[in-house]
């Protein structure tokens, strides 16, 4: 099993117990250590977040043109190549002249509460940032983050301050936004990037009631490029609708992002 780093479990101890209960790292590691163990597509890496590092999926387009590099961020209880909407869609994007990286996000304990969830939302941004310094070594010039359930959430606060600076657009999935998450709205306000507000008819109850508070949030804020779809029959986890998710995204993609400047792109090795 892979070892915390002492200077980062001192940190989290001096920190203080908000930050303890934050993050479950001893989880992570053994989550991350057994999809080293049984990947069958793509490559694991090692990035670095500060001086922490953290398990990311790369796989290349396969396509002789580049449009671009995804970063995918999973929900709250999953993983970096969880099976469904993220392990589809690392797998299913490359298929469309995408390359995909799915980033492992910090993890709450298992039944954790809703607060300590949200906690993780800021813990995920210097892993975001480091992604889309791994595409820019890659001369990859342009990003799209597709977060689901709390990692749309981690998405839409990376966009909003910016991060990557190479993200052109955002393809939101399964994200509820409650009333009172000031920060959410204010967020969701400041981005007129392409934006793709997904969720399925039979989605989680936080979800679906949010629908109209996202969409008046987002139209407030003057995103003419907002969009918000739900697609028939799917629940929270798009089960046996993950390949009309994928094809709702690509079509969206190819609408509104031009593919990558032609040789512009750098195959350079993980």
């Not at 906690?119 to 990859?140: C, E, F, M, S, V």
């Not at 920060?183 to 969720?199: V, Y």
Request: include cysteine; glycine fraction near 10%.
């Amino acid at each position: 099993m892979i070892q915390a780093p002492r200077f980062l479990l001192l940190c989290l101890f001096c920190c203080g117990p908000a930050l303890l209960t934050a993050a479950d790292l001893a989880r992570e590691q053994r989550i991350s250590a057994d999809i080293e163990r049984y990947l069958s597509f793509g490559q694991a890496l090692r990035l670095k977040a500060g001086q922490w590092e953290f398990l990311a999926l790369h796989e290349e387009a396969d396509s002789q043109e580049i449009k671009g590099g995804v970063i995918l961020l999973h929900d709250w209880n999953g993983h970096a190549d969880r099976l469904g909407v993220i392990q589809h869609l690392r797998i299913g994007l490359t298929r469309h002249g995408w390359e995909t990286l799915s980033l492992q996000l910090p993890l709450a304990s298992e039944g954790a509460p809703q607060f300590e969830r949200q906690g993780l939302i800021t813990q995920a941004l210097p892993r975001i940032q480091a992604a889309g310094d791994y595409y820019a070594k890659r001369n990859i010039k342009q990003t799209v983050l597709i977060g689901h359930g709390l990692g749309a959430r981690m998405a839409l606060a990376a966009l909003a301050g910016n991060q990557p600076a190479s993200a052109r657009g955002l393809v939101l999935i399964g994200m509820a936004l409650d009333e009172a998450d000031q920060a959410g709205k204010e967020q969701l306000r400041k981005i007129q990037l392409p934006l793709l507000d997904l969720m399925g008819q039979r989605d989680s109850p936080a979800v679906l009631a949010s629908k109209r508070l996202r969409r008046k949030t987002a139209r407030y804020g003057g995103n003419r490029n907002y969009r918000q779809v739900s697609i028939i029959g799917a629940d929270h986890e798009f089960y046996n609708r993950e390949q009309m998710l994928l094809l709702r995204i690509v079509g969206w993609l190819n609408r509104h992002l031009k593919p990558d400047e032609p040789g512009s792109y750098k195959g350079i090795g993980p």
